[in-house]
């Protein structure tokens, strides 16, 4: 299945279950599979880039996913302290303990996920030679926009499809 398939697909599911249905686990597992899918996409791609034997770019993926868990975890607290500290500050009264709380959480979380991309960094670097791991670098910028380039399309391809069938 080529990459514009996959996003054509997994964006007609997002659009499909709107926004509204955030906190609905279906949708919530749709999105997962749709990142999953992006990220699969994009770890090959890399993997193409430098040269990586399959053995290598197994365990590349292990890192980088076990590291993107990590890191996903601590955006999603990230955005509900973000959430809960706009909600306090809204208040006619808002508490300045309460808000120092979330301003603390929302400083360790960004914290943590630099740390996090830092441990990742050194332990690719440790799996790859630095010509690998060179060739990822600079690969990278131009993946992640091709990847971009891909979901921009599918969407607009999609919104153009739904205001045909507005227009029959």
Do not use: C, W
């Amino acid at each position: 299945m080529t990459m514009t398939n996959i996003i054509a697909r997994a964006l007609a599911v997002l659009l499909l279950v709107g926004g509204a249905a955030r906190a609905d686990d279906a949708a919530e597992g749709q999105r997962a599979k749709f990142r999953l899918q992006v990220r699969t996409q994009i770890e090959q791609r890399l993997a193409a880039a430098a040269g990586l034997d399959p053995a290598t770019t197994a365990r590349l993926a292990q890192i980088v996913d076990r590291s993107d868990e990590h890191v996903a975890q601590l955006q999603r607290d990230q955005r509900d302290a973000y959430r809960e500290l706009k909600q306090l500050l809204e208040q006619p009264q808002p508490d300045p303990n309460a808000a120092n709380r979330l301003i603390d959480r929302i400083s360790a979380n960004r914290s943590a996920v630099m740390r996090a991309e830092e441990d990742r960094t050194r332990e690719v670097r440790k799996l790859l030679t630095p010509i690998q791991y060179g060739k990822i670098v600079i690969a990278y910028p131009i993946v992640n926009r091709q990847i971009r380039a891909g979901i921009r399309k599918a969407l607009a391809d999609h919104a153009a499809a739904v205001d045909d069938s507005f227009n029959e």
